[in-house]
């Protein structure tokens, strides 16, 4: 019997003012959070959705979902789903509260300190979330209901992501991933063009050919169109390879040339409390600048080279391929 029709409407209204009432805690608690109401019920109607498909009970009461929600970890739920919303304040909270905890527990569980270090990177581009998907950037804090405590959570996590460290392969990745993928080398691409084949693709070959220069011209004008302050974080994260942490602290010492642009940012916002950059800020401006790289590409490709959606799209194909020579990030310096 489908969890539906364990439940009905009475004991799902009934639910529902309960579910209320501890958004309504959370709330007083974490005002700054900005959760909605809906996404708090939404993430807790699939929890007591999944706990009335295991339970053997033929019809669950209002009390025992009452009983349920009453074990539900609610303010963690509520800072997780904070964070999956990007919310500013929630991050800063969490980083406070969890990081030296996920920095023992990886130290614990890894064998260096190297795949210690390199596992908290991954796992915070886990969290802040590395895809889109229908237009929504899917967090792995989604996944958290609440059940158990937040860092019990964070354990497993850990445990998953250091069992999937040396499985995971970052070499390629086309331009369209860029906005939609934030990690440690996603945007060393293996731009390596295969050597035409049979008749088809060699006709394949030369049709496609004649999109090739306006899309190099597109790619390094779209590079080189970047601020100094997208410049440089480029070239720190892709030339460099400086990890998310190592180019926090670089934006901390005051006299780094980003220092002064982050400052510029930060008077309109929150004052930071920790005193710290956090791995989130460094990809939500690692993904910003992603944006803006496709958007100037696509923009290039339609206004100076008056390429149609279609024509557009053979272009965003070849940029996956040996265009610039591995030269990708070349026109990142800065003056």
Not at 68 to 78: E, H, K
Not at 188 to 195: I, K, S, T, W
Not at 281 to 297: A, D, N, P
Request: glycine share 6%.
């Amino acid at each position: 019997m489908s969890s539906e029709a364990k439940i009905s409407e009475s004991v799902l209204s009934e639910s529902d003012s309960f579910i209320e009432e501890l958004f309504a805690k959370c709330t007083d608690n974490a005002p700054n959070f900005g959760v909605r109401l809906d996404c708090f019920k939404i993430s807790l109607h699939k929890s007591v959705g999944k706990y009335a498909k295991s339970s053997d009970s033929e019809t669950v009461t209002a009390a025992e979902i009452k009983d349920f929600l009453g074990q539900i970890q609610a303010d963690d739920l509520f800072m997780a789903l904070a964070c999956a919303n990007g919310n500013e304040r929630a991050w800063w909270e969490f980083d406070q509260q969890h990081r030296s905890y996920l920095e023992r527990v990886a130290r614990h569980l890894a064998k260096t300190e190297l795949d210690a270090q390199e596992v908290i990177d991954t796992v915070y581009v886990e969290l802040y979330g590395t895809k889109i998907v229908d237009g929504e950037r899917v967090s792995k804090f989604a996944t958290y209901s609440g059940r158990g405590s937040l860092r019990g959570w964070l354990r497993t996590v850990i445990w998953h992501s250091l069992v999937d460290l040396h499985r995971q392969s970052h070499d390629e990745v086309s331009l369209d991933e860029m906005t939609e993928n934030v990690g440690e080398g996603m945007a060393h691409a293996n731009f390596a063009e295969p050597a035409p084949g049979g008749e088809n693709d060699m006709i394949d070959h030369i049709a496609r050919e004649r999109y090739r220069k306006a899309t190099v011209t597109s790619l390094d004008t779209a590079f080189a169109s970047l601020d100094d302050h997208e410049k440089l974080l480029l070239l720190y994260y892709h030339v460099e390879n400086l990890k998310l942490r190592e180019i926090a602290r670089l934006v901390e010492n005051e006299e780094s040339p980003l220092r002064g642009w982050f400052q510029r940012k930060s008077q309109t916002r929150e004052k930071n409390p920790a005193g710290r950059i956090h791995e989130s800020t460094i990809m939500r401006w690692l993904e910003k600048s992603y944006g803006k790289v496709l958007q100037l590409f696509r923009d290039e490709l339609q206004a100076k080279n008056g390429l149609t959606t279609e024509e557009i799209a053979i272009c965003m194909e070849l940029a996956t391929q040996d265009l610039a020579g591995n030269n990708l990030f070349r026109n990142l310096s800065t003056t």
